[in-house]
């Protein structure tokens, strides 16, 4: 359904967001400027639960999904933004075209940050410790080494000019500690996973002088950039990392996902 006032979509449109939703309450929103919200939220959490059978958005908070694409296609285009993020963070901290790339973690939003620098001319090194996650980055074209095989190889070590941590603290410690183990000295570390109470090790970063910066205020702005960069594109890869359920398998899509069995599980209604 749409509201009287919104023109911009119709009823049967497919649309993505931009995964962060505005709160509706601050100045900022009353003035009729949600876009600006100071107080935005990851889509998900609180009281815009996806998990619903219901979900309220502000019109300025949607795209329309570029036309010939596929539901699955579609719902990669926000996991590929960011992992376009985490390009354009590095690029903000000096990327250059030779520069040697790590990425640490291929869930999804690793996978996507490597293809989004290979997509680009770079030759990026993913480095993983689950052996499916490691077999899939490779069916994808790119470059994956297991985490205990850099660790304990000491030409990974201080090699790299921009390492991006794409792991987080979710479903473990996340690999922000060691980090900067793999940059360079005055190189460039891009933080795209979230953390939640973690551990920041400002020794190790201040000690080589590595310079820092977060993935962060997703932007209706730059959203529309990356699907243009990604609608001819994101067909090469949505039928490795999807796996669809109808509606009566919830259940077990759930419980592939928990398990890591594959890496996207996608319930798709007819």
């Known amino acids: ?11 049967g449109d497919m649309v993505t967001s931009v995964a962060n939703t505005a709160c509706g309450e601050c100045p900022t929103c009353h003035e009729g400027a949600p876009q600006n919200c100071q107080r935005r939220q990851l889509l998900g959490r609180g009281k815009n639960s996806v998990l619903s059978s219901e979900v309220i958005l502000d019109q300025s908070d949607l795209l ?6 596929s539901a699955q296609e579609v719902t990669l285009l926000e996991v590929a933004y960011i992992g376009d993020c985490g390009f354009h963070r590095a690029q903000k901290l000096g990327l250059k075209n030779d520069h040697k790339v790590l990425i640490l973690g291929a869930g999804p939003i690793g996978l996507f940050t490597a293809l989004s620098f290979k997509e680009r001319g770079f030759q990026p090194l993913l480095v993983e410790k689950v ?3 490691i077999e899939l980055g490779k069916s994808l074209g790119l470059e994956v080494q297991a ?3 850099v660790m304990l190889d000491s030409k990974y070590l201080e090699a790299y000019d921009v390492v991006l941590d794409c792991t987080g603290n979710n479903g473990g410690p996340g690999a922000i500690q060691v980090a900067p183990l793999f940059t360079k000295k005055e190189g460039a570390v891009v933080i795209v996973g979230k953390y939640l109470n973690s551990s920041f090790p400002e020794e190790r970063f ?14 209706r702005e730059a959203f529309m950039e990356s699907l243009e960069f990604w609608k001819g594109r994101i067909s090469l890869y949505a039928s490795k ?13 759930f419980d592939e996902a928990q398990e890591r069995k594959v890496m996207k599980c996608m319930i798709l209604f007819s």
Do not use: C
């Not at 590595?210 to 997703?218: E, G, K, L, M, P």
């Open 1 to 11: 359904e749409v509201a009287d006032d919104v023109v911009a979509y119709k009823v």
């Open 64 to 69: 329309l999904a570029p036309s010939g694409l």
């Open 131 to 133: 052996p499916q996650r």
């Open 147 to 149: 985490f205990a095989q």
């Open 206 to 219: 201040m000690k080589r002088a590595i310079r820092v910066t977060w993935v962060a205020n997703h932007t």
């Open 241 to 253: 990392v999807i796996k669809t359920f109808p509606p009566e398998a919830i259940n077990n899509a």
